[in-house]
């Protein structure tokens, strides 16, 4: 059994990046963390196996394919592999971030 929160040691960078954080792995998934401050963006770019986003805290501007759309506390969305998309955080968020385990989080630093 593996236990992780999302509440605890939250880390707001001052910069234009936003922290980002593996909480679980488990054999089919990794359970990331993504803490993001208002104003702070995350280009458009593509996920190489599907993913599902949480917003368990806060607010973003969540673009798929050019379209944008409101994403606030308790929305789920799942996206199929290499569907392009951005976010902007709108009002300081928590992100839980449901990626493959094949899947990498250096990936995601990169963004």
Request: net charge neutral.
């Amino acid at each position: 059994m593996n236990k992780a929160s999302l509440l605890e040691n939250i880390s707001y960078q001052e910069n234009d990046k936003p922290t980002v954080t593996v909480l679980l792995k488990t054999a089919a998934t990794k359970e990331v963390r993504i803490v993001m401050k208002e104003g702070q963006f995350m280009k458009e770019h593509k996920a190489p196996f599907p993913i599902i986003i949480e917003l368990f805290k806060g607010s973003i501007d969540f673009g798929v394919e050019g379209k944008k759309q409101v994403l606030k506390k308790g929305d789920i969305i799942a996206l199929e592999s290499n569907i392009p998309h951005d976010l902007f955080c709108t009002e300081n968020c928590i992100i839980r971030l449901s990626i493959s385990v094949l899947d990498t989080v250096e990936r995601i630093h990169k963004i």
